[in-house]
C-alpha cells in the first residue's frame, strides 16, 4: 500500500465519523425541534459538542497525515498506520464518550488517543522537514 492510499483511507474513515455525527445532529434538531444552538437540551448539546469537538481535531490531523505521505520515502509506513489508527480510534471513544454522558473512559482514552496523533504526526513532519534540511 502506498503512502498516499494510506492517508486516503484514514481520511475517508475519519470524513465518515463526520457525517455520522453530523447526521446524529440533525436528527436531533428535528427530534428535539431546535433550530439553532442547543435549546438548553443537555443531551443534544452532548451531541453537538462530539460533532464540534471532532470538527476541531479531525481536519488537521488529515492535512499532517497527506503531508507525512508527501514526504515520501521520509515517512515510515508505520507512523502513518499508527498516526491513522490513534486519529480514528481516539475520535470514535471520544464521540461516544461524549454522547453517552459526562467525565468517562470513553472521552479520556479518546482525547489521550487524538493527542498521540497530533504528537505523532507533528514529530513526523519536524522530522521530514528537517531530515530534507540535512
Do not use: C
Not at 451531541?47 to 488537521?60: C, D, F, K, L, T
Not at 515517512?75 to 480514528?88: D, E, K, N
Request: net charge positive; charged share 10%; glycine share 14%.
Amino acid at each position: 500500500m502506498l503512502r498516499l492510499e494510506i492517508a486516503a483511507l484514514y481520511a475517508g474513515v475519519n470524513i465518515l465519523i463526520l457525517l455520522v455525527l453530523a447526521v446524529l445532529v440533525v436528527a436531533g434538531r428535528r427530534k428535539h425541534k431546535i433550530t439553532l444552538g442547543d435549546g438548553g437540551n443537555e443531551v443534544f448539546g452532548r451531541a453537538v459538542r462530539a460533532h464540534a469537538n471532532a470538527a476541531e481535531y479531525i481536519p488537521g490531523a488529515l492535512v499532517g497525515i497527506v503531508l507525512l505521505a508527501l514526504f515520501d520515502p521520509a515517512t515510515p509506513v508505520w507512523l502513518l498506520h499508527a498516526s491513522g489508527i490513534s486519529l480514528t480510534l481516539g475520535r470514535i471513544l471520544h464521540g461516544w464518550g461524549l454522547t453517552t454522558g459526562t467525565l468517562n473512559a470513553g472521552r479520556m482514552f479518546g482525547m489521550v488517543l487524538t493527542w498521540t496523533s497530533y504528537a505523532l504526526i507533528g514529530g513526523g513532519l519536524l522530522w521530514a522537514g528537517l531530515a530534507q534540511q540535512l
